[in-house]
């Protein structure tokens, strides 16, 4: 199972393994109280999109979009292969700094480690 949670959002046992998904540490948070297991900054969006994103739901589609194609690179693929993985044995939550719960990266990623679990990490074909 993979969830999201806010930065700011208490940490809790049932949490499982705990990963920050963000390129910045979420401002005003300690370490400890974010403890977090991984941080994997190879699955935040490059420094580029996220400031053309501003968290602006108008651009939400076209962020979705750019990043998915972000998430193809070598190393992310090789995040998300590894934390697909660990969702298939327990519980996995990414963590996230941003205030929008609805765009933002980390929803986008769960749908693609969600469907890296379903296919066996393969991406499905076209057409």
Do not use: Q
């Amino acid at each position: 199972m993979v969830l999201v949670k806010r930065a700011y959002e208490p940490a809790a046992a049932e949490d499982g393994f705990r990963v920050l998904v963000d390129r910045l540490w979420p401002r005003g948070v300690t370490k400890a109280a974010l403890a977090l297991d991984a941080w994997v900054k190879e699955v935040a969006p490059s420094h580029e999109l996220r400031r053309w994103f501003g968290h602006d739901p108008g651009r939400w589609r076209e962020f979705v979009a750019r990043y998915r194609r972000e998430l193809r690179a070598p190393g992310a693929r090789a995040a998300i292969a590894d934390l697909a993985a660990r969702a298939a044995r327990g519980r996995v939550t990414l963590v996230y700094g941003a205030a929008d719960e609805a765009h933002n990266d980390a929803v986008v990623l769960r749908a693609e480690i969600e469907r890296a679990l379903r296919t066996g990490g393969r991406r499905p074909r076209a057409g």
